[in-house]
């Protein structure tokens, strides 16, 4: 059987660079996600650290929490995603730092670097087969104690991306690595998102 085109497969930075450069990014919502301003404005706001945003797109997200105290990497395989968010950085001067990579290889080089790990449509975003090594790629990014902030897309529709979800699998994957502080539907996700999204903060069992 002949291998998918690199374009067809969303395993491929090429199929996001293509979106990328033709501006087919209907997920970007041009600003950081609603909830993720709400946490970061309320009394359970986190507190700053080291943070590693896994597929971070044009940073809105990644900005929002470097703009509050956090020393922040975003990571995408996506070339275009890399130099939008590194220039939206400039053009705001907050400092952030943007990296071309795929999440997959980051604990070669990043293994027990970040404090968080902040989640919003990457998940979603990955072929269904990949999501046990995205679990354990957050487990070995974080340090001990170290939380994954999500923002989840769950949702039933077939296809993808976006590739659907449930909240119990959710906490099936996650729950042998990481212990599940809480696990909510928001009520401020964008239109075409309400009553599907889950804001998760995740601690990692790690020693
Ligand atoms: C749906 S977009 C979401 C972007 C951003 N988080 C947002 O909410 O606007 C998914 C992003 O993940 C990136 N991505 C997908 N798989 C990846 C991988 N294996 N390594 C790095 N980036 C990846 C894509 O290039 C794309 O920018």
């Not at 929002?64 to 968010?85: L, R």
């Not at 001067?93 to 293994?111: G, K, M, N, T, V």
Request: charged share 20%; with cysteine.
């Amino acid at each position: 059987m002949s291998e998918p085109s690199p374009i067809s497969t969303p395993r491929s930075p090429h199929f996001w660079e293509e979106r990328y450069q033709t501006g087919s990014t209907r997920w970007d919502l041009g600003q950081p996600a609603p909830p993720f301003v709400q946490l970061l404005q309320s009394a359970d706001a986190p507190p700053p650290g080291r943070m590693a945003v896994l597929g971070s797109g044009k940073g809105h997200d990644a900005l929002w929490f470097a703009k509050h105290g956090f020393e922040v990497v975003g990571f995408d395989f996506a070339p275009s995603a890399i130099a939008q968010s590194t220039a939206l950085a400039e053009a705001q001067e907050i400092s952030a730092q943007f990296l071309q990579r795929d999440i997959f290889e980051l604990p070669h080089e990043f293994a027990n670097q970040f404090d968080y790990v902040l989640e919003h449509t990457c998940f979603c975003a990955i072929p269904l087969e990949l999501r046990s090594a995205y679990v354990h790629l957050v487990r070995d990014l974080l340090r001990p104690h170290g939380e994954l902030i999500a923002l989840f897309w769950l949702h039933d529709r077939p296809d993808g991306p976006p590739f659907g979800g449930r909240v119990d699998e959710i906490h099936q994957r996650f729950s042998p690595d990481f212990e599940i502080l809480s696990l909510k539907n928001v009520t401020d996700s964008v239109a075409n998102r309400q009553n599907e999204e889950y804001l998760g903060r995740l601690r990692v069992k790690k020693t």
